[in-house]
């Protein structure tokens, strides 16, 4: 049970000091009564006294954040997840809720490499020797965003007094060469074509792509699209990176009127309820793991297809249609690009998404 102080000490919560004719002494009391650390020295040493007051109040402070001043990588690994997801959804230092569950799945490799090592003991090299072996595995990609991820960790570290400065900043990074998939106009239409013929789920996800690649949008956007957001003026697509950026309402065209009416009659079992545009035969959101599986067995179709027509066609995916939409208007001279994308800037477009193999221009005049 808690009480207030008899008087105010200027101390942390859970923190208290008993100053007696001898002995001085401070520490962090715990829910369970238990002491998690308690420091003592002489009581007419005020230099030591005040080392320790200093101390304490750094550990306790560490302790609110879920991190111990001798705890090891995979404590503060967590303690960041855990400050991220109690940050309110609109603080601009919160994360979409999207890109933590990536963060997720990159902070298993990271507590394998380094849970075991406390964060102070982590030097430049051992980034190094990480990214190195990421590239043996053939990932330097994937190794380069961990790494990224694990510098953004050990930033907050430093933010809560865990650590006093962060070993990785500045590190360099594997060299990679981007990739730059422009889907053409006939591997989507196969996979249109392939989709209806197959029916069910590969047909919802045949209409999927093509909605994003007509609404420039991304794969969490579509796949998250719920009838509601179906207006009568067009489609209302919210951010699926940050809630805090406004909603994009494309409009309709006859092409994505008629997309949008065929993904709504496709047929689902009967126990299948209707919110989601592209939701699985149950008619619930489709985990990545469900969407991977249908969007292959799709592609492997279309490759079948086109190998029989002797046409070209490479397997793509849903995050490949956002840059075919962006890259088709810009080729259209469209000027409407970046209110559709939502971004706040043209850098993002230019430098990611457009895909044109030949760009266009007038001489001088």
């Not at 394998?112 to 990214?131: E, N, R, S, V």
Request: glycine fraction near 8%.
């Amino acid at each position: 049970m808690n009480r207030r102080r008899e008087k105010p000490d200027g101390l942390p919560y859970r923190v208290y000091e008993r100053r007696g004719t001898r002995t001085y002494s401070i520490g962090y009391k715990q829910t369970n009564g238990q002491w998690a650390f308690r420091y003592s020295c002489p009581a007419n040493d005020n230099n030591q006294i005040g080392e320790l007051r200093r101390k304490a109040i750094t550990e306790s402070a560490l302790l609110n954040h879920g991190v111990r001043s001798t705890g090891q990588t995979e404590e503060l690994i967590d303690a960041w997840f855990t400050w991220q997801e109690s940050l309110p959804a609109t603080d601009l230092k919160r994360r979409a809720d999207s890109t933590l569950r990536e963060n997720r799945r990159e902070a298993k490799n990271l507590k394998l490499a380094f849970g075991h090592i406390d964060p102070a003991a982590i030097t430049k090299t051992d980034g190094y020797t990480y990214l190195d072996a990421c590239v043996q595995a053939g990932r330097p990609e994937k190794g380069n965003k961990e790494i990224a991820l694990l510098q953004v960790i050990l930033e907050y570290g430093v933010r809560i007094g865990r650590i006093t400065a962060n070993p990785l900043m500045r590190i360099r990074k594997n060299q990679t060469v981007k990739k730059r998939r422009h889907v053409t106009d006939g591997e989507m239409a196969l996979a249109l074509e392939v989709g209806r013929s197959k029916g069910g789920a590969r047909h919802i996800v045949a209409l999927a792509l093509k909605t994003a690649w007509l609404c420039v949008r991304r794969s969490v956007e579509v796949r998250g699209i719920t009838r509601d957001s179906i207006r009568d003026e067009g489609i209302l697509w919210q951010d699926g990176k940050s809630k805090t950026k406004p909603a994009v309402l494309i409009e309709w065209t006859d092409e994505l009127r008629t997309t949008m009416t065929e993904a709504l009659a496709v047929k689902r079992y009967h126990v299948a309820g209707s919110f989601f545009v592209f939701g699985n035969m149950k008619g619930q959101r489709y985990t990545k793991g469900g969407w991977k599986a249908m969007l292959h067995d799709l592609m492997q179709a279309c490759v079948i297809e086109a190998e029989k027509r002797n046409i070209p066609f490479a397997p793509f995916s849903l995050q490949d249609c956002r840059p075919k939409g962006v890259s088709d208007k810009l080729a259209s001279g469209q000027t409407d690009t970046q209110e559709a994308t939502g971004h706040s800037s043209e850098r993002m477009i230019r430098q990611v998404y457009d895909r044109r193999a030949v760009k266009k221009a007038k001489p001088v005049q």
